[in-house]
């Protein structure tokens, strides 16, 4: 005796009528990570970050290594004043510089200025000095510095970004990183910043001696070992979707071909963590 449908069967038959006998993890799943590109942040004309010592091709006996800069038309340690500090993760160091060492993630400097305030309370023209937090092997090292807003962003112009070569110990003989060829700086995400689920993470990273477009240079984002994204514009993004928990994230610097362009920073691969 044939058995009346019931909602359950329909459903069923309605399934296969659609999907054939594709499982539900057959089926194409909706896409839930979105990378979003964002407007960059106005800059002032003014600013500039210079490396002081070490200075460019130095050998440097002590260790940890001693850096001193200078920053000026740029106020460290202080709220950036713009909505996106409220759209995503937001710092409670304010502004600093992103310093990076090498190969190593990024952290952040506000350290009290050298120069005294003078009388008229002008600070945005200070020079500052602090040691890195660990001993560097001896050999050629870089080190890269450039200015973030309290959310992360990094300025992108051309003065707010230092780089120079070093050595510790004499080994002043093995080239460092060529510096003139282009290069990808990696800032963001990192967990210098505490990301939250309920707001988007700011993807964020500093380019060298290049532009992306989309017939030449781009930038291939993977998240989670899943490509999700080729990058043809320089400018900050936000991911969107990233759920509780600690993730991984891979850039790389493309070509005009679409091969990893020669260079140690140019594929880089860091994790950080959703809370």
Do not use: C
Not at 64 to 80: E, H, I, K, T
Not at 145 to 159: D, I, P, T, W, Y
């Amino acid at each position: 005796m044939n058995l009346p449908f019931t909602a359950l069967s329909i459903a069923a038959f309605l399934g296969t009528a659609f999907f054939g006998n594709q499982t539900s993890e057959d089926r194409p799943q909706k896409e839930t990570i979105r990378i979003m590109p964002v407007g960059r942040i106005p800059e002032p004309a003014t600013v500039l970050l210079t490396i002081a010592i070490p200075q460019n091709g130095q050998m440097v006996s002590g260790n940890p290594v001693w850096v001193q800069f200078r920053a000026d038309g740029y106020s460290l340690g202080a709220d950036s004043q713009f909505d996106r500090a409220s759209e995503i993760a937001n710092s409670e160091m304010g502004q600093t510089v992103h310093v990076v060492i090498d190969d190593q993630p990024y952290f952040p400097v506000n350290e009290p200025a050298i120069d005294p305030f003078n009388e008229d309370g002008y600070y945005f023209d200070m020079s500052y000095k602090f040691q890195l937090p660990f001993r560097l092997k001896e050999g050629a090292h870089t080190i890269r510095m450039f200015l973030a807003r309290s959310f992360g962003e990094s300025l992108k112009g051309e003065r707010a970004f230092h780089a120079i070569n070093f050595y510790i110990g004499d080994d002043s003989n093995r080239p460092g990183m060529d510096l003139s060829k282009p290069f990808l700086t990696y800032n963001e995400p990192s967990d210098q910043i505490d990301h939250v689920e309920n707001k988007p993470v700011l993807l964020d990273f500093y380019l060298s001696n290049t532009e992306l477009t989309q017939d030449g240079y781009k930038v291939r984002v993977t998240l989670d070992g899943k490509t999700n994204r080729l990058l043809t514009s320089w400018q900050p993004y936000y991911i969107y979707g990233l759920k509780r928990g600690k993730h991984s994230i891979r850039l790389e610097l493309l070509d005009s071909r679409n091969q990893i362009m020669p260079g140690s920073y140019n594929n880089v691969e860091r994790t950080f963590t959703v809370h």
